[in-house]
């Protein structure tokens, strides 16, 4: 799977839009991009996925670009709660050459702070 | 309430002591993960069963055993463990196996290990 990066921690005042950069340069043309967060002490939660267009369902807002070498995570009216480890991450969809291919790895990921 | 339940929440064990973790999924998946998040690491995969088969043990030692009784619960029975082996204990499900897009995981809140 492509490797991403992602800034370690970001700030964002309460009530305006979280953007959260992910930079996926090597992706190939059957890697989806999958972002997920971890509130503190809980588990990983699922926020949207995408291939190549724009995504957008109740929780945030997908943008990859055209070259589909990175991609934006958009929260467009951040709150307390919205504080968390966003992790952006690249898969193959589909079976491997060994019949497998069911491995979601998380990085580190960016530390998102809303601030009141 | 996210559809998949861990019990204990918490748990303080000493070395010499066998104590099992408790997952359960509500979601009538087919597919159940187990993954270890220590501290500043990212999330470990360490065990997939699919259809109470399991398909994959990432290198996990065997003081380590998991066992999926059912598609709707999975354990994970500790004994002789280390100090080192403290962590937050994952439980995730999805409907599948991740070989489609659309199959995403879903995490429970964990269960919080410390070896003594």
């Known amino acids: 799977d492509a490797k991403t990066t992602q800034p370690t921690s970001m700030d964002c005042a309460e009530g305006r839009a979280a953007n959260l950069p992910c930079n996926h340069s090597?992706?190939?043309?059957?890697?989806?991009v999958y972002w997920y967060r971890q509130i503190h002490s809980q588990g990983p939660q699922y926020i949207i996925h995408g291939l190549k267009n724009n995504e957008t369902n109740e929780m945030a807002s997908l943008i990859i670009t055209e070259d589909r070498k990175s991609s934006t995570l958009i929260l467009p009216h951040a709150t307390l709660r919205d504080t968390a480890v966003y992790y952006c991450i690249v898969r193959v969809v589909g079976l491997d050459s060994g019949g497998s291919n069911y491995k979601l790895t998380f990085g580190k990921g960016t530390l998102l702070t809303v601030n009141p | 309430e996210t559809g998949v339940t861990q019990t204990p929440r918490h748990l303080v064990m000493g070395m010499t002591n066998k104590k099992s973790l408790k997952c359960e999924q509500h979601?009538?998946?087919?597919?159940m993960y187990w993954y270890k998040q220590s501290a500043k690491k990212p999330l470990e995969l360490m065990f997939v069963y699919s259809l109470e088969e399991r398909v994959e043990n990432n290198s996990v030692p065997s003081r380590f055993s998991p066992e999926c009784p059912n598609s709707s619960h999975l354990f994970l029975h500790l004994h002789t463990l280390q100090p080192e082996d403290s962590a937050l204990y994952l439980c995730?499900?999805?409907?599948?196996?991740?070989?489609?897009?659309?199959?995403?995981?879903?995490f429970g809140a964990g269960s919080r290990l410390t070896v003594l």
């Open positions: 995730a499900s999805s409907q599948d196996l991740l070989v489609a897009g659309a199959n995403v995981l879903t």
């Open positions: 979601l009538g998946h087919n597919a």
């Open positions: 090597t992706i190939s043309g059957n890697e989806y």
